[in-house]
């Protein structure tokens, strides 16, 4: 794991569905990027690592309402 990333299981939101979701802070601004490996595409950002994941959590609600495709493997 490269420093500064933490890897988490995020719900989203009531339908209890985890997603593995990747942090990195950025060395030169401090903020913080989040994306989901699982969904292509499935990327956000925050201030903060707290923000980065509401973020992140609202963006995979988002890509799922979009991509209601039967290609995604939905976790359990």
């Keep these: 794991m ?3 990333e933490k890897r988490a299981n995020e719900s989203t939101g009531g339908d209890f569905m985890k ?4 942090l990195e802070q950025d060395a030169e601004t ?3 990027a989040a994306w989901c490996p ?3 595409g499935c990327a956000s950002a925050g201030l ?3 923000e980065a994941l509401e973020n992140i959590r609202e963006a995979i609600e988002l890509y799922l309402e ?7 493997e939905m976790p359990a």
Excluded at 19 to 22: A, E, N, P, S, T
Excluded at 66 to 72: A, L
């Design 66 to 72: 979009q991509s209601p495709s039967t290609d995604i």
């Design 30 to 32: 401090g903020d913080w």
């Design 48 to 50: 903060t690592e707290e």
């Design 38 to 40: 699982e969904l292509p």
């Design 19 to 22: 997603w593995r979701v990747v």
């Design 2 to 4: 490269l420093d500064g």
